[in-house]
């Protein structure tokens, strides 16, 4: 039974077309994320929710936006596709700030924009 | 600006040997670290932590050093297994930060433990 659950887990698409990915936990805990993996292979922080609030929100562009209709859900769409936008994106979740116990992470999906 | 830094891409061992996988940080402000482990086509997992009031955290085969004056920390595999072959990552937070709950990751080591 999977903790932290992504879907899909490749997407290929179109430059311009709107996507969304959809994330799932049922750890039962009260924040969630959304990493990105460049090219480069660096994990950065794009989202963070608690209890469906946001509390991070780094300088993604607006035409990332994520929505957490509860605390088991956070998706994120994301509006005219760039090739640049092409990565691994990782959703994850924890119990407060996951410092004991650490993030209990998705298995990421792939993103390529053609 | 890479806060937190895994200057070697990768590292390759014997079975049963130590591994050590080392990691900088330039924020002064970062006081608790966190290693995860990932294998291909999954996320990353949870290995161990460490908050800067410690200088060593231990858990079964897996050991984190933290030299908070050097802005340094190592992670230990003793022994090794091929198992342990994955990419590894370092992470840096401020336990203290408010509401961010942010973590700074490093690039990534892949670790290779042959047979």
């Known amino acids: 039974d999977t903790a932290v659950s992504q879907t899909p887990k490749y997407l290929v698409t179109q430059m311009g077309n709107d996507k969304s990915i959809k994330c799932e936990q049922n750890l039962g805990h009260d924040t969630m994320y959304w990493y990105k993996q460049d090219s480069k292979k660096f994990l950065k922080i794009m989202f963070s929710y608690n209890n469906k609030e946001l509390i991070i929100n780094e300088t993604v562009p607006n035409r990332f936006s994520p929505k957490s209709p509860d605390k088991a859900h956070l998706n994120l769409h994301i509006n005219s596709l760039e090739l640049g936008d092409s990565a691994v994106y990782f959703c994850a979740s924890s119990q407060g700030r996951g410092y004991f116990y650490g993030y209990t992470f998705g298995s990421g999906t792939r993103l390529t924009v053609v | 600006d890479q806060q937190v830094k895994q200057n070697s891409p990768s590292l390759s061992v014997q079975e049963g040997r130590i591994s050590i996988l080392n990691c900088d940080y330039t924020?002064?402000?970062?006081?608790?670290f966190l290693w995860y482990k990932k294998y291909p086509a999954e996320g990353p997992t949870f290995l161990i932590s460490?908050?800067?009031?410690?200088d060593k955290n231990e858990d079964g085969r897996f050991t984190v050093f933290l030299n908070k004056s050097a802005k340094h920390l190592s992670l230990h595999i003793v022994p090794s297994q091929p198992g342990d072959s994955a990419v590894y990552f370092c992470?840096?937070?401020?336990?203290?930060?408010?509401?961010?709950?942010?973590?700074?990751f490093g690039k990534g080591t892949l670790l290779t433990v042959n047979p």
């Open positions: 924020n002064s402000m970062f006081d608790y």
């Open positions: 460490i908050s800067s009031i410690k």
């Open positions: 992470a840096a937070s401020v336990l203290g930060g408010g509401s961010n709950y942010k973590l700074t």
